[in-house]
């Protein structure tokens, strides 16, 4: 059974520094790997979508790795800003595209 | 396109009642996914449809739910005999491997449920 695992649970940093939110997971037999974000009591917006066969994927300030053989992703987010305080979620797609997610990181960030 | 739809967006009841969820997706996409999320935790997957067909349903998925997707378009989900347990957030999300190779899956605002 897929088990996914997001280090650290929450993070509280000053406006401007860059970070990284870490995803591991158990089994490397998986068709993608995304990471949302999640405000509040809303639903899940999509981040970032990493194909199996890819290494990272940049969107803006976000940065995406994929170590499919170590089981491991890192969201690299660069220059950090209050509005970037959310929930953040990894989630790996197995048979039938469903989503195994982690717990989540939530991070906030400081003026 | 307006993106997945859920309604309602709350939902409170009573233990023991009936309730029943809708979610429409986005109108090109063919893949539905229901999931649960508990407060402080990541979503969990509970059933899938490809059109009209449930494809797959996760143990989470007792027998007091049941899931439906009528001429593969919008879905329902119903829980019958609620308990206190069943308060979560219902999520719903749609995606579609004709249109995007990426099979990107797009959420719902979700159904937030409180059984008292």
């Known amino acids: 059974k897929q088990e996914v695992t997001q280090i650290p649970a929450a993070l509280s940093v000053p406006e401007g520094e860059n970070l990284v939110l870490n995803c591991s997971f158990t089994?490397?037999?998986?068709?993608?790997l995304q990471w949302f974000r999640q405000d509040p009591g809303k639903g899940l917006t999509s981040l970032l979508l990493i194909q199996s066969s890819q290494r990272e994927q940049t969107s803006g300030r976000l940065n995406a790795s994929l170590d499919k053989s170590s089981g491991r992703s890192t969201l690299y987010i660069a220059a950090s800003q209050p509005g970037d305080s959310a929930t953040y979620l990894c989630?790996?797609?197995?048979?039938?595209?469903?989503?195994?997610f982690g717990g989540g990181t939530r991070l906030m960030v400081k003026p | 396109d307006t993106g997945v739809s859920q309604n309602p967006r709350h939902k409170i009841t009573k233990r023991g009642q009936n309730v029943t969820f809708r979610c429409d997706p986005i109108?090109?996409?063919?893949?539905l996914y229901w999931y649960r999320q508990t407060l402080g935790q990541g979503p969990e997957f509970l059933t899938y449809?490809?059109?009209?067909?449930?494809?797959?349903k996760s143990r989470l998925l007792s027998d007091r739910f049941s899931a439906e997707r009528p001429k593969g378009s919008f879905s329902t989900l119903e829980i019958q005999r609620t308990e206190q347990g069943d308060s979560a957030m219902y999520l719903c999300a749609s995606s579609s491997k004709v249109t995007s190779s990426t099979d990107t899956q797009y959420f719902g605002p979700g159904t937030r449920l409180t059984v008292l």
């Open positions: 989630a790996v797609s197995g048979a039938g595209n469903m989503l195994t």
């Open positions: 109108s090109e996409h063919n893949r």
């Open positions: 449809f490809q059109n009209e067909a449930q494809l797959e």
């Open positions: 089994d490397s037999a998986i068709y993608n």
